[in-house]
């Protein structure tokens, strides 16, 4: 048995599904933030013509368009590519109410694998309320890279290269005061170690090779 073929969308549906990519305009009018490929900007132009004049016959159309929006994470400091799929055609336009979901699917970022961009993927809220998917992406984002930070090395512990252990012995270390410069000082300079005052006194300093 032949599978029924998809029909194009009806024309107040694919109003609202224009509006949603107006309104993805709107939100993101930079480059920078919004990725429209040529091929989807002629047929939302095709489409516009059509909404305009129903009567016509509908254009040869795909079964959705893409693009991708880019949103800052972490304070801006990162982002995460969004590619958004929109659909164009339906099974049953005679009984369609309302538009089609919109699907999402994420471009892996350097500091996300594979598998944990599918499943953010896979939790992200279905539906045609964009503003929430959007939310929930950057939401769920954040809270990744900020854990991941959280696990790894702090940068400057990770600049510091090979840890270099120094000794100095002094003919006499007996103030407190310097003993106590030593101590307070070193923290200052990523320094650590121990000194023994004495005759003689003996300090010894660890810290890492630039």
Same mark, same amino acid.
């Given at each position: 048995?032949?599978?029924?073929?998809?029909?194009?969308? $009806? +024309?107040?549906?694919?109003?609202?599904?224009?509006?949603? !990519?107006?309104?993805?305009?709107?939100?993101?009018?930079?480059?920078?933030?919004?990725?429209?490929? #040529?091929?989807? /900007?002629?047929? +939302?132009?095709?489409?516009?013509?059509?909404?305009?004049?129903?009567?016509? /016959?509908?254009?040869?159309?795909?079964?959705?368009?893409? &693009?991708? +929006?880019?949103?800052?994470?972490?304070?801006?400091?990162?982002? !995460?590519?969004?590619?958004?799929?929109? $659909?164009?055609?339906? %099974?049953?336009?005679?009984? &369609?109410?309302?538009? $089609?979901? &919109?699907?999402?699917?994420?471009?892996?970022? #350097?500091?996300?694998?594979?598998?944990?961009?599918?499943?953010?993927t896979a939790s992200i809220p279905q539906g %045609? %309320?964009?503003? #929430?998917?959007?939310?929930?992406?950057?939401?769920?984002?954040?809270?990744?890279?900020?854990?991941?930070?959280?696990?790894?090395?702090?940068?400057?512990?990770?600049?510091?290269?090979? /840890?270099?252990?120094v000794w100095f012995y002094f003919p006499s270390?007996?103030?407190?005061?310097?003993?106590?410069?030593? +101590?307070?000082?070193?923290?200052?300079?990523?320094?650590?170690?121990?000194?023994?005052?004495?005759? $003689?006194?003996?300090?010894?300093?660890e810290g890492g090779f630039a």
């Amino acid at each position: 048995m032949a599978c029924k073929e998809s029909s194009v969308l $009806p +024309v107040d549906i694919m109003e609202a599904q224009l509006s949603t !990519i107006d309104l993805l305009m709107a939100m993101f009018p930079s480059p920078d933030e919004l990725e429209i490929p #040529e091929s989807t /900007t002629q047929c +939302v132009e095709r489409l516009r013509d059509w909404c305009e004049n129903p009567t016509s /016959t509908p254009p040869k159309i795909p079964s959705s368009i893409s &693009l991708t +929006v880019c949103l800052p994470i972490a304070d801006g400091d990162r982002t !995460i590519q969004v590619n958004i799929s929109v $659909p164009l055609h339906c %099974d049953n336009p005679e009984t &369609l109410e309302q538009s $089609p979901s &919109l699907g999402y699917s994420l471009r892996q970022p #350097e500091w996300m694998s594979r598998a944990e961009v599918a499943r953010l993927t896979a939790s992200i809220p279905q539906g %045609d %309320d964009a503003l #929430e998917a959007f939310e929930y992406i950057q939401a769920e984002a954040s809270r990744f890279f900020e854990n991941k930070q959280s696990q790894t090395v702090a940068p400057e512990d990770a600049d510091r290269g090979p /840890t270099v252990r120094v000794w100095f012995y002094f003919p006499s270390l007996s103030t407190r005061k310097k003993r106590d410069d030593m +101590v307070n000082l070193a923290p200052g300079y990523a320094l650590t170690g121990f000194v023994l005052a004495g005759k $003689p006194g003996v300090l010894c300093l660890e810290g890492g090779f630039a």
